[in-house]
């Protein structure tokens, strides 16, 4: 017999797995070969390695990665993740969503991605403070308001954008709150930045449930990752009036069929997405993801549904918060079960697009009310979900497909005009 760890280590790797639908994208469009060289790879990529002075008085030395995919479009968008299991790899296709993402939500950037091998739960405040400030030290020759430009992703947040940011400051002797998003409102920072990945996850749920004939007040929504899209999506989720049967963190998973208390939840959750520590009755991450639900929300990791568990996966509707939960064999097989997916460069493009706005208010040095920037967000999305399910419909491909061929047109289209291919 086969065992899951035996599949995992004949899975395509994730960048692997995003470039073969990146060729298939762009052969429907029908781009030559060429094109597909070009944007099969970031077209930089950075590695650094960054000492710390640790508190006990001894140097750590970590390391820590910059890809930037494409910037013809303009300059590279992404954000800068801190965890254990950051590979080069990973870091690679992240960039390469973050392109797509920026494609299908028609922003002026490419992607760009960053990641430190760490694991900040096991850090004090001090020492990931000199993490941050040394990452930025060391790519700040391929960083800045015009040329890429950070922002947060897991197990980075607000306060470690403001280090960063007050780090490039005293590189550029500038003040240059243009240089990083997802910063303390203070600092220049958005409103609705904190919440916008989730509330585009929200929006596309709404779009997604109303396609299906789904009503949101009473469905059952289980939720995997309960961390800045998993905490604040189950919020949003609750408020709507629909059940969250089911929450999770790195830790295990905590499941009610009766709906849980998410605002009690919320606000025992610790800085790093962590809450079910706090509880002896939990179940796996694995038996989370196959609860009998309506809406199935993957806010955390990747290949979290693979070919192993996509036929035990029982909700009508996937959305897609995480980067990369769903590997390519089983969105095919959830797209035969009839399964609506939302996916990834679609689903959590609401966190890029308010951190647009947060630049561009930067660069204008004139702020918007929250109001201002969720009705903004509300046209954007709304918008891009009817894009990309049309040219699913229209061009009877399935829902991934769809969205990578409605995000790397753009960036296709000005590599083709700049001469490059
Ligand atoms: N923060 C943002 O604005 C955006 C985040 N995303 C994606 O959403 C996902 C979650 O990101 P955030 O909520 O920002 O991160 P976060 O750091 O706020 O929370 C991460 C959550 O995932 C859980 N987690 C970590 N490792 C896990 C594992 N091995 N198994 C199960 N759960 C695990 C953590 O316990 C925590 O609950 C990531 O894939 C990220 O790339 C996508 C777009 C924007
Ligand atoms: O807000 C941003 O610029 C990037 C967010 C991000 O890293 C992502 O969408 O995966």
């Known amino acids: 017999m086969i065992t899951d760890q035996q599949h995992a280590n004949h899975r395509k790797n994730v960048l692997e797995a995003t470039q073969e639908i990146v060729k298939e994208a762009l052969e429907k469009l029908g781009y030559p070969d ?25 140097t750590k030395i970590f390391t820590g990665y910059r890809a930037q995919h494409n910037d013809a479009v303009g300059p590279t968008k992404g954000g800068i993740r801190f965890h254990p299991n950051v590979t080069e790899i990973e ?7 973050m392109s797509l993402k ?72 500038f003040n240059s709150p243009g240089f990083i998003t997802g910063k303390p409102l203070v600092l220049g920072g958005s409103h609705g930045r904190e919440t916008a990945t ?8 709404r779009e997604a449930a109303a396609k299906k004939g789904i009503t949101l007040e009473g469905a059952r929504v289980v939720v995997q990752g309960f961390g800045n899209a998993g905490s604040f999506l189950s919020k949003f989720m609750h408020d709507l009036g629909a059940k969250v049967i089911a929450i999770s963190d790195a830790y295990g998973a905590l499941h009610d069929p009766n709906g849980l208390d998410i605002p009690y939840l919320l606000d025992r959750r610790d800085s790093f997405g962590t809450v079910t520590t706090l509880f002896k009755n939990t179940i796996s991450n694995k038996e989370l993801l196959e609860l009998e639900c309506d809406i199935l929300v993957p806010a955390a990791i990747e290949n979290q549904i693979t070919e192993d568990n996509a036929h035990d996966i029982k909700a009508s509707i996937v959305v897609e918060a995480a980067n990369g939960p769903t590997t390519n064999e089983a969105t095919k097989i959830l797209a035969e079960r ?9 689903a959590s493009s609401g966190g890029v697009t308010v951190s647009y706005f947060e630049w561009v208010q930067n660069n204008q040095g004139y702020y918007w009310t929250e109001e201002e920037v969720h009705e903004k967000l509300e046209k954007v999305l709304v918008n891009s979900f009817n894009q990309v399910y049309q040219t699913a419909q229209t061009r009877n491909v399935d829902m991934r497909l769809a969205a990578y061929m409605v995000g790397v047109r753009k960036m296709a289209e000005a590599s083709r005009f700049r001469g490059w291919v």
């Open 34 to 58: 060429e094109m597909y060289e070009l944007l099969k790879e970031p077209l930089r990529m950075l590695t650094v390695r960054i000492p710390v002075r640790m508190d006990d008085g001894s």
């Open 91 to 97: 870091v690679k296709a992240l960039s390469v969503w």
């Open 102 to 173: 920026a494609g299908i939500v028609d922003l002026p950037y490419g992607g760009g991605k960053g990641g430190i091998i760490c694991d900040p739960r096991e850090m004090s405040f001090r020492e990931i403070e000199r993490l941050s400030r040394g990452y930025v030290r060391a790519i700040s020759q391929i960083v800045g308001p015009t040329k890429d430009i950070p922002a947060p992703d897991v197990f980075t947040n607000s306060q470690i954008m403001a280090w960063m940011m007050d780090e490039y400051s005293r590189i550029d002797e």
């Open 198 to 205: 989730a509330k585009g996850v929200a929006i596309m749920i």
């Open 338 to 346: 009839e399964i609506l997916i939302v996916p990834d460069v679609l």
